[in-house]
């Protein structure tokens, strides 16, 4: 099984940045070898998927409502997942979570981290 712990996430005026950090470990369990991504949930909403990435880091997918102001990555030698998040928006508040899997299908199955909140706010 695998544990995902994410961190990064606070408040942030409007225009602001944020990166989010995930690290992950589990026995048995190879990260470099799996897809990961970041979902999210407003108050009040479902679970929506945000962005995803290949376990070599090549491939990447973004959200419509992020593309162009978000960038994920990895580094397999850290077991580690991040998203940068750059002119923030206050729809963008919600809770984070880091994702094991193809998230763009996955998004309500896929097993994640506790979150992290993310408040867009002046």
């Known amino acids: 099984e695998v544990q995902l712990v994410e961190s990064g996430g606070g408040l942030v005026e409007p225009g602001g940045s944020l990166r989010l950090s995930c690290a992950a470990s589990g026995s048995g369990w190879t990260f470099r070898y799996y897809p990961m991504g970041w979902v999210r949930q407003a108050p009040g909403k479902g679970l929506e998927w945000v962005s995803f990435i290949s376990g070599s880091g090549y491939a990447t997918d973004y959200a419509d409502s992020v593309k162009g102001r978000f960038t994920i990555s990895r580094d397999n030698a850290k077991n580690s997942l991040y998203l940068q998040m750059n002119t923030l928006k206050p729809e963008d508040s919600a809770v984070y979570y880091c994702?094991?899997?193809?998230?763009?299908?996955?998004?309500?199955?896929?097993?994640r981290g506790q979150g992290t909140q993310v408040t867009v706010s002046s």
């Open positions: 994702a094991e899997g193809d998230v763009r299908t996955s998004a309500t199955t896929a097993q």
